[in-house]
T-cell receptor, first 111, second 108 residues
Framework: EADIYQTPRYLVIGTGKKITLECSQTMGHDKMYWYQQDPGMELHLIHYSYGVNSTEKGDLSSESTVSRIRTEHFPLTLESARPSHTSQYLC??????????FGEGSRLTVL | RKEVEQDPGPFNVPEGATVAFNCTYSNSASQSFFWYRQDCRKEPKLLMSVYSSGNEDGRFTAQLNRASQYISLLIRDSKLSDSATYLCVPGRSYIPTFGRGTSLIVHP
């Protein structure tokens, strides 16, 4: 089993609220990723990090931001949530061999 | 052009059937791939890795065809529990990207 955890698993909030989705892994992986996925659709990469203090935007434009202050922690923040942000957010990490280990996801609903 | 292309399906097969689907890739330098399985509303999970020699794990066999730039996944003796979306991803990609995958439905 992969040691990567996401919290909260489910979140329902009102428009305009600030939220942070947490992602932690205990495998010591340098590379971490955030994907966004709508039902029945493909995963879209929104942020990635190659290590501490490294963050990059993915191929899908996102109003979220990320930080990587510690190797094991890669939180994603939305300063002002909107209904268009309703989606599932999946965090993943990878060792040098390339396979991705995913967390169970955070399902966000913005009312 | 996307890194990989897959037939979205769905492939609808009876229990016990053998089913195969392909994943074509654009980067001829890719030497390894991963197949993931994603159940509805769940996270993708690694199914198997594929290198030049292919890979077999129980009922699952994956092959890499470099000349035609595709990888295949063969599932023998399909089970109801094999119903899922199957995703292929190039290995050692700095920015792993996914397509929509191939949907498999195994019915009684």
């Amino acid at each position: 089993e992969a040691d990567i955890y996401q919290t909260p698993r489910y979140l329902v909030i009102g428009t305009g609220k600030k939220i942070t989705l947490e992602c932690s892994q205990t495998m010591g992986h340098d590379k971490m990723y955030w994907y966004q996925q709508d039902p029945g659709m493909e995963l879209h990469l929104i942020h990635y990090s190659y290590g501490v203090n490294s963050t990059e935007k993915g191929d899908l434009s996102s109003e979220s931001t990320v930080s990587r202050i510690r190797t094991e922690h890669f939180p994603l923040t939305l300063e002002s949530a909107r209904p268009s942000h309703t989606s599932q957010y999946l965090c993943a990490s990878t060792p040098n061999t390339g396979e991705l280990f995913f967390g169970e996801g955070s399902r966000l609903t913005v009312l | 052009r996307k890194e990989v292309e897959q037939d979205p399906g769905p492939f609808n097969v009876p229990e016990g059937a053998t089913v195969a689907f392909n994943c074509t890739y654009s980067n001829s330098a890719s030497q390894s791939f991963f197949w993931y399985r994603q159940d509805c509303r769940k996270e993708p999970k690694l199914l198997m890795s594929v290198y030049s020699s292919g890979n077999e794990d129980g009922r699952f066999t994956a092959q890499l065809n470099r000349a035609s730039q595709y990888i295949s996944l063969l599932i023998r003796d399909s089970k109801l529990s094999d119903s899922a979306t199957y995703l292929c991803v190039p290995g050692r990609s700095y920015i792993p990207t996914f397509g929509r995958g191939t949907s498999l439905i195994v019915h009684p």
